[in-house]
């Protein structure tokens, strides 16, 4: 059964300080890992999606890692608009275009 | 390209009534998969429609079903409410593809009270 684990629940930054979120991961044969973000009362919005060990994605302040058991979400000098939470998901060889999500990283930016 | 789409945003319904949600997909998606979200059990597969078909299902009891017409649009429903069943319900649409992981794209969710 694919699992996925993320830290810290919540976080609260003050505005410019960088931090990073972790995403850890069991699946059976990784076809990709995703960041969505979703603000309150909306649906998750993309933002990137790594398919292998070693791969970097970027966007902005925003860049994602990816190595064989966790996945980084790294916020370069936040601002408060980054506030939201942060879902990390992973798709498996054996569930189709299923995912299974991490319960989020409630993010607060403070100005 | 018009995102997904979901009717209707809101609803409120009693325990024991049934409820339809619908879901139209990104144009040229075939997949529509179905999420449930609730703050102590977050986001939770109900079931992917591919072409129709069901091709893959979460750990949902019964009263939780879905179809997927021609156009790929689809309905979820849910039968006999539960004050349990009130939460966020989410469409994600995609191309449909085995291969490479494949991105799905959410739509703005259906909120369900049950009273």
């Known amino acids: 059964e694919d699992q996925v684990t993320q830290s810290p629940e919540a976080l609260r930054l003050q505005e410019g300080e960088s931090s990073s979120l972790n995403c850890s991961y069991t699946v059976s044969g990784l076809r990709g890992l995703f960041w969505y973000r979703q603000d309150p009362g909306k649906g998750p919005e993309f933002l990137f999606t790594l398919y292998s060990a070693g791969e970097e994605k970027e966007k902005e302040r925003l860049k994602a890692t990816l190595t064989k058991k966790e996945s980084f979400l790294h916020i370069t000098a936040p601002k408060p608009e980054d506030s939201a939470t942060y879902l990390c998901?992973?798709?498996?060889?054996?569930?189709?275009?299923?995912?299974?999500f991490g319960k989020g990283t409630m993010l607060l930016v403070s100005p | 390209k018009a995102g997904v789409t979901q009717t209707p945003r809101y609803l409120i319904k009693t325990r024991g009534q049934q409820v339809t949600l619908s879901c139209s997909p990104i144009?040229?998606?075939?997949?529509v998969s179905w999420y449930q979200q609730t703050p102590g059990q977050g986001l939770q597969f109900l079931f992917e429609?591919?072409?129709?078909?069901?091709?893959n299902k979460g750990n949902f009891p019964g009263r939780f079903s879905g179809r997927q017409f021609s156009n790929s649009r689809s309905e979820m429903n849910v039968s006999t409410l539960e004050l349990g069943d009130s939460a966020l319900y989410l469409c994600?649409?995609?191309?449909?593809?085995?291969?490479?992981?494949?991105?799905?794209?959410f739509g703005p969710g259906t909120r369900l009270l049950v009273l």
């Open positions: 429609y591919f072409s129709e078909t069901q091709r």
């Open positions: 998901a992973v798709q498996g060889r054996s569930g189709y275009s299923t995912l299974t």
């Open positions: 994600a649409s995609s191309w449909g593809d085995r291969g490479k992981g494949e991105t799905q794209y």
């Open positions: 144009s040229g998606h075939r997949s």
